[in-house]
């Protein structure tokens, strides 16, 4: 069932932050059907609005193997990402997000899609230098309108927390809420339950991501036309990197993750020029074999879904 358009209207012109409404009744979605390896979940059709703004469908750019995906999410944007990690000739390992949000339910389908598929994803970086310096690297990331997209926020956190390798430092989260419409016809019963169930739907899924229970309950938390912005100290520790399922078996397979003198001491004590080089050729080697890795991993899960549909060509 596709999600209810929702429409701008009194409450989301208050500020220009993003404001999640919910609007639709329960839909019961498989992103592939049966025999693929994804569960099918129970969504509520959600979508973002902004003050003063129609949504936009985002724009896909493929660069190499790497998908920017930038603006709003929208219904559809599922069917895109799909189309271009099935089709593709060089298939992509890495979605880089710029996104203010969207419809929270295709943004979880998205999400589905991204882990079953094993893929990385990228947020946009703006700590660590002045905010000219944060422009540049928007601008070599790709992002078009920097000034509205150089962030994953809202929406657009159910995708990047699916990547099974994550980066970037600008996200932010909040609570959905209905459209006033839906509320004004419903029963106060009825906004309980429905209530309740948007809020377990958001926690199976987090949990599914292996995101730490804590973040479902500071979304609920932050109010409708707030955003909570996540530290640098919440990113290092609970999302940068490698997700933990796969931390002990690229270790098995590469070593640990080398590091220079300099590193391993916390700048106490430098390298010499020999042992710069010769760290700076172990670090090579293992982010060769990082990669490598992570490249024959997702081959090996495009091999196995190719085989379920030739056994079950109807899916």
């Avoid at 169930?197 to 730490?212: A, C, D, N, Q």
């Amino acid at each position: 069932m596709t999600a209810i358009p929702c429409r701008v209207n009194a409450l989301t012109r208050r500020s220009r932050r993003p404001a999640i409404m919910l609007a639709g009744w329960l839909s019961k979605y498989s992103v592939c059907g049966a025999p693929c390896l994804m569960k099918s979940w129970v969504i509520l059709g959600v979508c973002l609005l902004f003050a003063l703004f129609q949504a936009h469908s985002a724009d896909f750019t493929v660069d190499g193997g790497k998908i920017l995906i930038e603006g709003d999410i929208t219904v559809g944007d599922f069917e895109k990402l799909q189309k271009i990690t099935n089709d593709h000739p060089v298939r992509p390992g890495t979605v880089e997000l710029a996104s203010p949000g969207g419809d929270v339910a295709e943004a979880i389908k998205m999400g589905l899609l991204v882990r079953k598929l094993r893929l990385s994803t990228s947020a946009p970086l703006t700590s660590g230098g002045w905010a000219e310096s944060a422009k540049l690297r928007a601008q070599e990331f790709g992002i078009k309108d920097v000034e509205r997209n150089n962030t994953c926020a809202s929406a657009c956190f159910f995708i990047y927390v699916a990547g099974v390798d994550r980066m970037g430092d600008t996200i932010g989260i909040h609570r959905p809420y209905f459209d006033p419409a839906v509320l004004r016809k419903s029963e106060g019963s009825d906004v309980i339950e429905r209530s309740r169930s948007v809020k377990s739907i958001v926690e199976s899924y987090l949990r599914e991501m292996g995101v730490p229970s804590k973040y479902a309950e500071l979304m609920f938390d932050t109010k409708k036309d707030e955003i909570r912005w996540l530290t640098k100290d919440e990113i290092s520790r609970d999302f940068f990197g490698l997700i933990p399922e796969l931390q002990d078996w690229v270790e098995s397979r590469c070593g640990k993750q080398p590091q220079s003198k300099y590193q391993s001491t916390g700048g106490r004590v430098k390298d010499t020029k020999d042992e710069a080089l010769a760290s700076f050729k172990e670090s090579q080697r293992w982010f060769d074999c990082y990669s490598n890795s992570l490249q024959q991993m997702r081959y090996d899960v495009i091999l196995q879904i190719s085989r379920e549909r030739q056994r079950n060509p109807s899916q």
